[in-house]
């Protein structure tokens, strides 16, 4: 079992939160793989998710490239106390002894628009997951497949303008993480 989270994020909150006061400029990814299945949740103000085969992951170009970014974090130090969710900096979690709450390393992309700046940091983001349970789950069938892509695509299709410049922005962050 692995897992692993990718978070893009805008550092101004203040400028980019809509009238109820949510943060708009957001988005989660949390990867689970075990076996040759992967648990993928993509979370903003609501979560959307699906379990596909690993070989299904790696062939989607923009999903791939979130997965392999997530990883960077896994298993470093967190050195950032707004970037994890304990207040001992050196606590690293001690993942997968309970089956529902734990931290989960996550690789950290930080866009200030206003500044034009970006930076990667390593952090952890804290779920709730029934490992046990998400384990026997089936792969998702072709319908809901169908279906989760084509919600990530209405929420965030803007995105795949761009993307291979941004990718490899992100890539180069993170290697220096």
């Known amino acids: 079992m692995e897992l692993s989270g990718f978070t893009i994020m805008s550092k101004d909150f203040k400028n ?49 490239t979130y997965y392999e970014l997530s990883l960077a974090s896994l298993g470093k130090p967190n050195i950032d106390p707004a970037y994890y969710g304990s207040s001992d900096p050196n606590y690293v979690p001690k993942k997968y002894e309970k089956n529902y709450d734990m931290y989960v390393d996550t690789t950290y992309v930080i866009e200030d628009v206003l500044k034009n700046t970006h930076e990667a940091k390593k952090g952890n983001t804290y779920h709730t997951i029934n490992i046990d349970k998400l384990k026997k789950r089936p792969l998702s069938t072709d319908a809901k497949k169908e279906e989760f892509f084509q919600d990530y695509r209405s929420k965030y299709g803007f995105e795949e303008d761009g993307f291979d410049e941004r990718a490899t922005l992100y890539k180069a962050l993170v290697r220096c993480m």
Request: aromatic residues 16%.
């Open 16 to 64: 980019y939160r809509n009238n109820d006061g949510n943060t708009i400029y957001f988005k989660h990814m949390l990867f689970a793989k075990f076996d040759n299945k992967v648990y993928v949740e993509v979370s903003n103000a609501l979560a959307m998710s699906v379990i596909i085969s690993f070989d299904e992951l790696m062939k989607h170009k923009t999903f791939k």
